[in-house]
């Protein structure tokens, strides 16, 4: 395994590593009530994935068949963390594109981007091969699409109140429980949600 740069999140003003909590009164129902972690901020524009959102109606291994990394069939044998696996809506751009979310454990050379210490993000197909033969990262999310905003876009919503943001938890990232996560965001914060309009102010 090569070694991995570490890529520091936070720096220069900047919010890589973190999550962006919607506030109640966001406008743009994609991301009502969404969890983001951000995985890349500058002065050029920011990308993130939703974590909190389900794609209905489409399973894990059904998409790993359709990709053709397992083979079609009911003689189908995967890890049970395979089978387990959700699929994730990461955001309204590029939604027929996968992205992986994955603990550092697993790093591709000119593939895996370092986020922070514990979480990277790996677009190939290599890491849903090596997840689904059991050779992956330890932790992963796998995400359809992802949220983009171009130069100064983000940091005008922040300042209109439409988002929140804290240091991310890897814990919080690669949980399961989706309709949970909102709320554990806002509590990293100290903020209960039913607290909160709109129009309040920016924590």
Known sequence: MSERPHRASGLGGYLDGHFLIAMPGMEDDRFARAVVYLCAHSAEGAMGIVVNQLVPQIEFVDLLVQLDILPEGPEIRVPASVSRMLVQRGGPVETGRGFVLHSADYFIENSTMPISESVCLTATLDIL?????????????????????????????????????????????FDRDLDSKYGRAMALLGVDPSMLSGDAGHA
């Open 129 to 173: 091969r090596a997840i689904a033969y059991g050779s992956g990262p330890e932790s992963a999310m796998l995400a359809l699409g992802y949220a983009g905003w171009s130069a100064g876009q983000l940091e005008r919503e922040i300042q209109s109140n439409g988002w929140l943001h804290c240091e991310a938890s890897a814990d919080l990232i």
